[in-house]
């Protein structure tokens, strides 16, 4: 088991940026899925990217595709989100998960379900 711990989120007015980071407790990340999620109050969690840390590549829902970037340092075992153009919308509380147990096929996002997650870090952008 990998715990998770999140950081980076705060509040910003909209336009702004935030870089959230997902730290892995066992140091360098496997490799293996790392998603984002984010769920604001009232509303069902949301998919929001995925890296997988083996080699890179990245999956952005449609929502944040274009002003999201995912990123990861492999050595730090830490992933990071890149947020940019940030609107009202986004405001969420964010959470990182890691190792991929339903991996899914022809859709925006490659897992479903996941082994590890954080505690999350909250993200907020005012008008």
């Known amino acids: 088991q990998v715990q998770l711990v999140e950081s980076g989120g705060g509040s910003v007015q909209a336009g702004g940026s935030l870089r959230l980071s997902c730290a892995a407790s066992?140091?360098?990340?496997?490799?293996?899925?790392v998603g984002w999620f984010r769920q604001a109050p009232g509303k069902e969690r949301e998919g929001v990217a995925t890296?997988?840390?083996?080699?890179?590549?990245?999956y952005y829902a449609t929502s944040v595709k274009g002003r999201f970037t995912l990123s990861q340092d492999r050595a730090k075992g830490t992933v990071y989100l890149q947020m940019n153009s940030l609107k009202p919308e986004d405001t969420a509380m964010y959470y990182c998960?890691?190792?991929?147990?339903?991996?899914?096929?022809?859709?925006?996002?490659?897992?479903?379900?996941?082994?590890?997650w954080g505690q999350g870090t909250q993200v907020t952008v005012s008008p």
């Open positions: 890296i997988y840390t083996g080699d890179g590549h990245t």
């Open positions: 998960a890691a190792g991929c147990r339903n991996r899914v096929w022809g859709r925006e996002l490659p897992c479903a379900e996941y082994d590890d």
């Open positions: 066992t140091g360098p990340f496997k490799p293996v899925h």
